[in-house]
C-alpha cells in the first residue's frame, strides 16, 4: 500500500494583518506535516512571523515549540516541518504592525 | 458488455455477491458501480471546489474565494474522544469557516461513459464545532449534496444541468428540517479579458424550493458531540436529465416536482459528471459535515 499523502491549500489569497490563527486543519491519520506560506504579492513592511500550533479538539491551542519567519519577496516561500503532532494543526500569525503579507498557506501531510 | 445467457440469474449472483461483502452490503448500487470511495482510504479523489480565476485571483467570487481543503477526521471529540466513522476511523470532513453563512464544498470530477441513469448513495452526518456546552442543534444550516453535469458534445441538446439538494437544517435559529432543492444559479459574470472564463454561484443562498413532503427529523443525539449516520440514495437519469429518486434512511420521497438548474452548454464541459458535498453554518460557529462513504453506480 503506498503511503497516503494530500497537499492541503488551506489560506488562498489573503491578507494577513497583525496577530491571527489559520483554520484548524485535522490530520491524525499523519505522521509528518511541512507548511510551506508562500507570498503571493511581495509584502509590506518588515516580515512576520508563523508558529506552529497544536490542539487536543481543534478549539483549545499550545505552540508546538518550532516558529519560522515569513516571506517578504513575491513568490518567496519559507516552511516548517512537523512530525509528532498528534490530529491537529494550525499557525499563529504575528505581522509588526504597518505590516502585510498576501499569503498562500498549504499544509503537505503523509502517512 | 456481454448479455448473460440468463439475466435473473446473474443479477441474483451480483446481488448475493453485494450483499455477502461487508463494505457493499449497506449499498444497493446499479449494475456497474462508478467508484466507490470509503475514506478509509484515503481521500480517494474529493477536493475543494476552487472558484474560476482569469490572470488575478482577486476575481475569484467572495462565495468561492471562502472554500478550504476537505479533511479526513475520526471525529474526535473533546469530552469522550475519539468518536471514529461508520465502519473504520475516518471520513471526509467538510468544515465552514466561524461566520454566518460560511459555506464550504468538496468535490469529485468525473466524466460519464453513457447518458443513463446514475445513482449516488451516501452516510453522513453533520455537528457544529462543540465550543459550547449545548445541543447546538440549530448552529448548523445546512449540508446537501449535488451534481454538475453537462451532455457529449456528439448530443443533439446542449445543456449544462445541475441537480442540487439540500438538507435546510436550521435558518435564522428555527430548526426547520427539510429537504430543498435549486431550479436556478445566479447571473453569468466574466472574468478577465481572455473571453474564455465565466463564473456564477450555484450554491448561493437564494432560490431554493421545499421538496414537497420533505420536512425530516433526523436523529440528532443529544449532546454536541455525538452522532448518529445517515443513509442517502440519490437516482438521476442522464438520459432525460430529470431526477428520478430520492431516499434518506427510513424516507422516500417525491421527487416528480424536482427541477435542475439548467443553463446552456459550456464550450469546454463535454460529458462531465461532477459529485459535490456541501455544508453552510447559520452562526458564528465551524459547522462540520462528515462523510463516511459515497458510492456511485450507473446503468451501463
Known amino acids: 500500500m503506498l503511503r497516503e499523502s494530500q497537499s492541503a491549500v488551506v489560506v488562498r489569497n489573503e491578507v494577513w494583518r497583525g496577530r491571527l490563527a489559520i483554520e484548524p486543519y485535522e490530520a491524525g491519520w499523519a505522521q509528518e506535516a511541512i507548511i510551506f506560506v508562500t507570498a503571493l504579492k ?36 519559507t516552511f516548517a516541518r512537523v512530525g509528532h503532532f498528534g490530529n491537529w494543526l494550525r499557525l499563529a500569525i504575528e505581522m509588526p504592525e504597518g505590516s502585510e503579507l498576501t499569503a498562500l498557506a498549504t499544509i503537505h501531510t503523509k502517512a | 458488455m456481454q448479455t448473460p445467457e440468463n439475466p435473473g440469474q446473474a443479477e441474483a449472483l451480483r446481488r448475493a455477491i453485494l450483499l455477502a461483502d461487508p463494505k457493499l452490503s449497506r449499498f444497493d448500487p446499479l449494475p456497474r458501480i462508478i467508484c466507490f470511495d470509503d475514506f478509509d482510504q484515503g481521500f480517494c479523489g474529493w477536493t475543494q471546489l476552487m472558484g474560476n480565476y482569469e490572470n488575478d485571483l482577486d476575481c475569484v467570487l467572495p462565495s468561492y474565494a471562502q472554500h478550504t481543503q476537505p479533511m479526513l477526521s475520526a471525529l474526535s471529540t473533546w469530552d469522550f474522544g475519539g468518536h471514529g466513522a461508520f465502519d473504520g476511523t475516518y471520513a471526509l470532513k467538510i468544515a465552514t469557516k466561524p461566520k454566518v453563512g460560511s459555506r464550504n464544498v468538496g468535490i469529485k ?73 435549486k431550479p436556478k444559479t445566479t447571473e453569468f459574470k466574466s472574468l478577465g479579458t481572455e473571453n474564455k472564463t465565466v463564473t456564477h454561484d450555484h450554491l448561493a443562498p437564494e432560490g431554493w424550493v421545499d421538496l414537497p413532503g420533505g420536512h425530516q427529523r433526523l436523529c440528532y443525539n443529544e449532546i454536541p458531540t455525538k452522532v448518529n449516520w445517515h443513509y442517502v440514495c440519490f437516482d438521476f437519469d442522464l438520459a432525460t436529465m430529470k431526477a428520478t429518486g430520492f431516499r434518506c434512511n427510513d424516507r422516500v420521497f417525491d421527487v416528480s416536482t424536482f427541477e435542475s438548474i439548467r443553463i446552456p452548454a459550456m464550450r469546454n464541459l463535454w460529458c462531465m459528471l461532477n459529485l459535490f458535498f456541501f455544508a453552510e453554518t447559520d452562526t458564528e460557529k465551524r459547522a462540520f459535515f462528515y462523510i463516511d462513504s459515497v458510492c456511485l453506480s450507473g446503468e451501463f
Do not use: C
Open chain 2, 109 to 181: 470530477r468525473l466524466t460519464f461513459r453513457k447518458r443513463g441513469p446514475i445513482r449516488v448513495e451516501f452516510y453522513f452526518t453533520f455537528k457544529p464545532e462543540a465550543n459550547e456546552l449545548r445541543l447546538s442543534e440549530t448552529d448548523v444550516r445546512s449540508i446537501g449534496f449535488g451534481y454538475d453535469l453537462q451532455v457529449g458534445d456528439g448530443d443533439g441538446d446542449a445543456w449544462r444541468i445541475m441537480p442540487h439538494l439540500r438538507f435546510l437544517n436550521a435558518e435564522n435559529g428555527e430548526h426547520v428540517q427539510k429537504w430543498q432543492y
Open chain 1, 42 to 77: 511581495a509584502a509590506v513592511g518588515a516580515a512576520g512571523t508563523a508558529h506552529v500550533e497544536i490542539s487536543p479538539d481543534g478549539m483549545r491551542w499550545a505552540r508546538e515549540g518550532t516558529s519560522f519567519a515569513l516571506p517578504t519577496a513575491m513568490d518567496g516561500v
